[in-house]
Every structure is written in C-alpha cells, then in structure tokens.
C-alpha cells in the first residue's frame, strides 16, 4: 500500500519568514505525480504546487518552492515571505496510478504577526 | 470555468435513513473522483470515474455506497442506511485528461459536503 507521511502536525511561522513542511511517500512507481494541497479552515482544498517525478528541477509557484528528492522519496514545501494568509492545512499527496491521490495527515501551519 | 460544485453543502441525517450528494466537475473535465475525510486526517479515495464508467472502487466503499455518473458529466453519491460512523465530509474532485497517460493529470477540489449522522 502507498503511505504518505507528514512528521510535523504543526508548524508555527512569522509573518515575512520562511518555513519548510516535509513529507515523505513510498511507491513502486516510477512515474508519477506529487501535489501540496492547501487547506484553510473553511475546508476547500486549493492546489498550492505540483511536481513532476521525472523532472530533475524543482517546481516553483511565486513563494511557494519544492525540494524533491526522487531516491530518498522526500517532498519538502518551502514557503517563503510567509503571509497570515497561508495558515492552514496542508496535505502532500503523490498520485502514483490508478489516479487516486494518496494523501499525508497533514500539517497544520498557524502563521503569527 | 466556475470550478467544482458541491450540494448539498451540509446535510445533517438520522441513522438509517438514506442521503445522496451532488458533484458538478469543471466542464469538460472527463474525470471525477469522490473522497472522505474525517476530522484531523486527510482525505481517504473512495472511486473514481473516466467519463461515465467507474473505474475504480475502494475498500472503503461499503455496498450501502453507491456512486454514478450517468452522463459523464455530474455525479452522485448515495448513502443507503446511514450510521454514524459515516459522518465525515464528502469531497469530490475531477481532473482532465490531457495527456492520456496514468498519473498526470491535477485534481481540482469541491467545497465538500459536510454529512452528520445523529
């Protein structure tokens, strides 16, 4: 089975500063998906960045950057000039076939003044 | 392209009784997926459709679950004698095949359809 994990339940970040969220994913795939999802208390799942596994560059979105790591399977979000609007929840999800996205617990990011 | 659409947005139910939820997908978006989530974890794949056949099912879709897309276009879902361990949000997404290959296309997200069995 395809386990996703997320080892930090919450992060605390101030405004301005930046903040890493790591996750980690097993697959046999060797081609394959890997989305950061964004959710904020009212509960609608946004798309924050996507990487491509066969891509050796790291995939950027404005303030928002990857670290992947395809031999080690690690997934890390950096989030950069961090603003009160990026607390939320957010979920690594690799989607490794059969198109499901298998998703993380989930880190809670709490963003201060 | 309004996004993904979701009714009802609530529904609140007495064990027992059957419910059944709603999906419109972005238009044009061939595929559509409903998952659950249940409080403080993310969300679990119930099935999945490519136009109108389901082509995959989960574990977690007991047979009191049932889910349709007669059309290829909207969805639903139907709780048939729910129970209270079915309280949880419904979510439903869809995706477009663009390049015809597994795994790559983005899933865009509904607002969900929060369920409470009393």
């Known amino acids: 089975a395809q386990t996703v994990t997320q080892s930090q339940p919450e992060m605390s970040v101030q405004e301005a500063e930046t903040v890493t969220l790591s996750c980690t994913y097993d697959?046999?795939?060797?081609?394959?998906?890997l989305f950061w999802y964004k959710q904020p208390p009212s509960r609608q799942m946004i798309l924050v960045i996507r990487q491509e596994a066969y891509k050796q560059q790291n995939a950027t979105e404005n303030r928002f950057s990857v670290n992947f790591q395809k031999a080690a399977k690690s997934f890390s979000l950096k989030i950069s000039d961090s603003q009160l609007g990026d607390a939320a929840m957010y979920f690594c999800a690799p989607n490794t076939g059969f198109q499901k996205l298998v998703f993380g617990t989930g880190t809670r990011l709490l963003v201060s003044p | 392209d309004t996004g993904v659409s979701q009714n009802p947005r609530h529904k609140i139910t007495k064990r027992g009784q059957n419910v059944t939820f709603r999906c419109d997908p972005i238009?044009?978006?061939?595929?559509l997926y409903w998952y659950r989530q249940t409080l403080g974890q993310g969300p679990e794949f119930l099935t999945y459709f490519q136009n109108e056949a389901q082509l995959e099912k989960s574990r977690l879709l007991s047979d009191r679950f049932s889910a349709e897309r007669p059309k290829g276009s909207f969805s639903t879902l139907e709780i048939q004698r729910t129970e209270q361990g079915d309280s949880a949000m419904y979510l439903c997404a869809s995706s477009s095949d663009i390049a015809g290959g597994a795994s790559t296309d983005t899933q865009y997200f509904g607002p969900g359809t929060r369920l409470t069995v009393l």
């Open positions: 697959t046999s795939e060797s081609d394959y998906y």
């Open positions: 238009s044009e978006h061939n595929r």
